[in-house]
């Protein structure tokens, strides 16, 4: 597959945005923090869970107490290496954690034990799909292990506040991209492709309800050209001022929060000013993002490597068996779903969204024709799961029905627009295909005798139809719905169809 | 009962072993002795004597069926540094209030679980910085030792001087003792005891109140060189919950004490003969090297070419890591909280109160230094300095066995001498924080009395883990020294 460097003529015009002083475009750079699907803290033994009672998922290294020492987490780090694999970065065989000190109630030992200049995991890129099904390639440019904080709660009393430090020690990866993003949709067609990536390796449970995927997002505006230079000379001068923007957690939020921020800053520069480099909150009820703290407020982390841990090392034959460990990547499924299947681009994106989706059709296309049961899987089941707000995990219609009603199209039993109501049998409960079709009596008719019959009745109650359709061979769809409804959607259409063509003559 | 508090610690076992006295005996002979002296020497903060006694109980219901450990029956000091369950436990900071740990030190569990009694939490700066025992919460310790014709009250040195103190007036048979630059061997020597500080990473630092994590390590202060060996011995070993721990078998030191050293290579730095040093310090330092000759020792002058350089180095890295170590003091969760109007406040409020003036200061210099556009000028610096003064080390080892050196600059002086030149003060570290930089291990042995009648000592430096070899050479020279002297007791 091709890979995109800089944009087409017409992808770039798609995304320029026109202002008083002429055309802009958008660049979106993302801070994603991922929590680490693992069932104890990165420093600490305690339990990480969702919906326990304040402070009870809390160790002696959580709350620092005196004396108290983090020990790492080895499953965080192979969740991190199986990450950066997935990412198709590089591995950084020796990595440290540093400190990033600030003062907050929800940070109990006053720091975050984070990682600075040295890194688990390197560069690595992220192959994205527009909506238009086009491909772009977003470069990452690291992922670090880091602590999250705890939480604060205000509403509890009208003087004080409480803290739940549940949270605090969890591991979290933050993953770092390059700003490789031109727009909303390419932002949030990038945030979407990785939680589907961290799915498959299971290193994040991508929920981002409970917070478990959060993003960061950095934009500015330029002038069209200005990005490429930036491409091609890896200088950030000839980008705008970035600014961060926090508090977006939902594809929602992100789409709004870029459109209003590259707004902001384009009218600020129209008007003769100058963009702060700043970080800002999106505020989800008024739609606007507004200033956190300038540059010159920025904290001064104090970042200094953590002397009660060792450097991390990670050894070769390591990094060999997480490798091997690794699953299908979505990249690879949907190239193989395209290859093996010979399906679309659209439909095998669609099949490889969710691993459980993508398992689902393979169980059911064993033995079938892949591309139907790709159609019914998408088309029909998913639609369906979706308006019931059910998950492909707890689908009425297990593979083994559709592989069953394909098998009952394929073979001639029954014709595309009867499948559809044996779907709907099937749906409500009321068995398998085959015992749908049989219980409603849904059989094709293929008997040519019975078609034949059905249709010389029809031709002899409309001579002028008879006649009129061998001058217009297209009034053949009139016959064909007289067939059908004559045998109650039963007959099979290509017989219909090669019978009625004989009989008139056309 | 001063038969009973006056002995090393080796003879109060054997005693033990043999039934010539029970653990509670002992252990209330140093009770008496503790509540005699210590409304005079602040060593201890909190006596903990039901506990004492209890524990003492235990350990001879043990020692009677010919069960027990190591230290079975053995009362000990302990530092207020180490946490010790549901015993108050302050680094003798005001900011810890009453906090009580619900776990105890890993140093202190296996002094436990060797069968120690503990009779006390002792004095000490807070958070262990200072070098005169004058910035504790709880007001300073008091050397038993006093200069010839003199009253003045005098410093036992520092941080550890609670330990050093309690140890020289026979208040308890040993004492923990931690050290990030000094802190165990500087009072040993003003007390006329034996200090070691272990190669980093062989005593866990789990529980132990973090002063300068890269530097910490915990050690003894003992009456003798054997009895360091055996201290040093139950404290010692791997600890999972230190990711610093080293993961190597503790050696059987006592056994290495009274070893010939014949063939020992000494190695000698002209560099510690620093400007303005008295001439009995020289002297003294001349006194060893003889000694260890006449033990068959080879005597070799070598180079540490950058120890000029450990001394700011050391008042660099240690408060950067202090700075960040005692964030964690913020009043929200536990210890002393002023309130305030808001989270800064209280912030505010908490520390302006609850820390001291010299943890203060070192908070402050740590800040600045690791600071955006200071870190590289001053922390980066410091460490690349700190693997040059390390590289001096391995230099020497390929041509010594161990480094001969004075451990103090001076004799103990008076109480409220240096505690308003922060600099004069720093300056006592100046032949101890080379080991710590270096992560090395060091021990103080008393070596002879100075013109003024105060002790003095001199301090052998290890090579990493060799601990066996520095214990044999500091048996030989508390040998040569038969130094027998001990403080008036005129209390």
């Known amino acids: ?506 | 009962m001063s038969a009973l508090t006056n002995i090393t610690l080796k003879a109060a076992l054997d005693g033990l072993k043999s039934k010539a006295f029970t653990s509670e005996e002992l252990t209330r002979a140093h009770v008496e002795a503790i509540e005699k002296a210590n409304p005079h020497l602040n060593a201890y903060v909190l006596p903990t004597f039901e506990r004492a006694v209890e524990m003492a109980k235990a350990s001879d219901a043990k020692l009677a069926k010919g069960e027990g450990g190591d230290l079975e029956g053995a009362p000990l000091g302990i530092k207020d540094l180490f946490c010790t369950e549901g015993v108050r436990t302050t680094a003798c900071s005001n900011i810890l209030g009453e906090f009580t740990p619900t776990y105890e030190s890993t140093v202190t569990a296996n002094l436990w679980r060797d069968g120690a009694v503990m009779l006390g939490k002792l004095n000490m700066d807070e958070f262990a910085m200072g070098s005169s025992n004058e910035t504790s919460r709880f007001g300073p310790v008091v050397n038993p030792w006093k200069a010839k014709g003199s009253n003045a009250a005098l410093t036992p040195g520092g941080s550890s001087g609670g330990s050093a103190s309690a140890v020289a007036a026979d208040l308890c048979l040993g004492a923990t003792a931690s050290d990030t630059g000094g802190s165990i061997r500087q009072p040993a020597a003003f007390t006329g005891t034996v200090g070691i500080k272990p190669t980093y990473g062989r005593a866990s630092r789990w529980g132990i109140v973090a002063f300068a994590s890269s530097l910490d390590q915990a050690g003894p202060i003992a009456k003798s060189v054997e009895d360091a060996a055996i201290l040093l011995k139950s404290m010692c070993g791997h600890d999972a919950k230190d990711s610093t721990s080293l993961d190597v078998p503790t050696p059987d030191w006592p056994s290495f004490v009274g070893k010939s050293v014949k063939g020992l290579r000494i190695g000698v730095p002209k560099e510690y003969r620093v400007d303005g040093m008295p001439e009995e310090i020289e002297a003294l330092w001349r006194q060893g090297i003889a000694w260890l000759k006449d033990a068959g020792c080879e005597i070799v002058d070598i180079s540490l070419p950058h120890t000029k350089y450990a001394l700011p180095t050391y008042y660099i890295v240690a408060p950067a890591e202090a700075s960040s170590n005692l964030a964690r003091y913020d009043g929200v969760r536990y210890g002393k909280r002023a309130e305030g109007k808001n989270l800064i406040e209280l912030y505010e409020n908490t520390r302006a109160e609850g820390f001291g003036n010299e943890v203060k200061r070192r908070v402050l210099i740590g800040t600045y230094v690791l600071s955006a556009g200071y870190y590289d000028a001053y922390y980066v610096k410091a460490l690349k300095v700190r693997r040059r003064i390390a590289q001096d080390f391995d230099q020497a080892w390929t041509k010594v066995d161990a480094i001969l050196t004075p451990s103090t600059p001076s004799g103990a002086f008076a109480l409220g001498d240096k505690s308003a030149d922060p600099v004069a003060m720093y300056l006592n570290d100046i032949f101890t924080v080379t080991a710590n930089l270096a992560g090395l291990p060091g021990i103080s042995v008393p070596a002879g009395l100075g013109a003024d009648g105060l002790p003095l000592g001199l301090q052998l430096i290890g090579k990493p883990l060799d601990e066996s070899t520095i214990f044999s050479l500091a048996g030989a020279l508390e040998q040569a020294a038969a130094f027998k002297a001990k403080p008036e007791k005129w209390w």
């Open chain 1, 1 to 506: 597959m091709r890979r995109r460097m800089t944009d087409t003529v017409a992808e770039r015009e798609s995304k320029q945005i026109q202002g008083r002083t002429g055309l802009w475009e958008i660049v979106i750079g993302l801070e994603v923090h991922a929590q680490v699907s693992s069932k104890s803290k990165l420093f600490s033994g305690a339990a990480v869970g969702f919906g326990a009672g304040p402070n009870e998922q809390v160790s002696l290294v959580d709350a620092a107490m005196p004396g108290m020492l983090p020990v790492l987490n080895r499953f965080c780090v192979e969740q991190a290496v199986r990450t950066g694999l997935g990412l198709k970065a590089q591995i950084n065989r020796k990595s440290r954690f540093a400190r990033k000190n600030y003062f907050y109630a929800d940070l109990p030992q006053g720091y975050q034990i984070s990682q600075f200049d040295e890194p688990i995991v390197g560069e690595g890129e992220v192959e994205v799909e527009r909506e238009d099904g086009s491909f772009f390639t977003v470069r990452i440019e690291r992922l670090h292990l880091e602590q999250d904080a705890g939480k604060l709660i205000h509403d509890l009393s009208p003087t004080e506040s409480f803290v739940d430090l549940n949270r605090a020690g969890t591991a979290l990866m933050e993953i770092v991209s390059r700003p490789d993003m031109r727009s909303a949709e390419e932002a949030t067609a990038y945030v979407q492709k990785l939680r589907t990536i961290l799915i498959y390796l299971g290193t994040c449970d991508g929920d981002m309800e409970k917070g478990n995927l959060r993003a960061d997002v950095n934009v500015s505006v330029c002038r069209p050209g200005d990005y490429e230079k930036y491409r091609e000379t890896g200088s950030f001068k000839h980008l705008g001022t970035r600014c961060e923007i926090k508090n977006v957690n939902s594809f929602r939020f992100m789409r709004a929060a870029v459109e209003y921020e590259a707004r902001r800053q384009i009218e600020i520069i129209e008007d003769g000013g100058k963009v702060l480099q700043e970080t800002r909150l999106f505020d989800p009820t008024k739609g606007e993002t507004r200033s956190m703290r300038s540059k010159e407020e920025a904290h001064d982390y104090r970042y200094f490597p953590d002397p009660d841990l060792l450097p991390l090392v990670v050894e070769d034959a390591w990094i060999e068996e997480i490798k091997k460990s690794l699953p299908e990547l979505p990249d690879d499924k949907r190239r193989r779903f395209m290859s093996q299947y010979g399906l679309s681009s659209y439909d095998a994106n669609v099949l490889i969204s969710e691993q459980a989706r993508a398992d689902f059709y393979e169980k059911a296309a064993v033995g079938r024709d892949a591309k139907l049961v790709a159609n019914w899987t998408t088309n029909e089941l998913l639609a369906r799961l979706t308006k019931d707000g059910h998950d492909i995990e707890d689908s009425p219609v297990p593979p083994e029905h559709i592989a069953e009603l394909v098998a009952l199209i394929e073979d001639g039993t029954i014709s595309s627009k009867i499948a559809k109501q044996v779907f709907d049998y099937v749906w409500a409960g009321e068995g398998s295909p085959k015992a749908v079709v049989e219980k409603h009596g849904l059989v094709q008719v293929t008997d040519t005798g019975a078609i034949e019959a059905a249709i010389d009745q029809i031709m002899a109650a409309n001579p002028d139809k008879v006649e009129a359709v061998k001058d217009k061979p297209q009034a053949l769809g009139w016959f064909v719905g007289q067939v059908m409804k004559a045998t109650g959607g039963k007959a099979n259409p290509a017989a219909v169809n090669d019978i009625l063509k004989a009989k008139l003559g056309v």
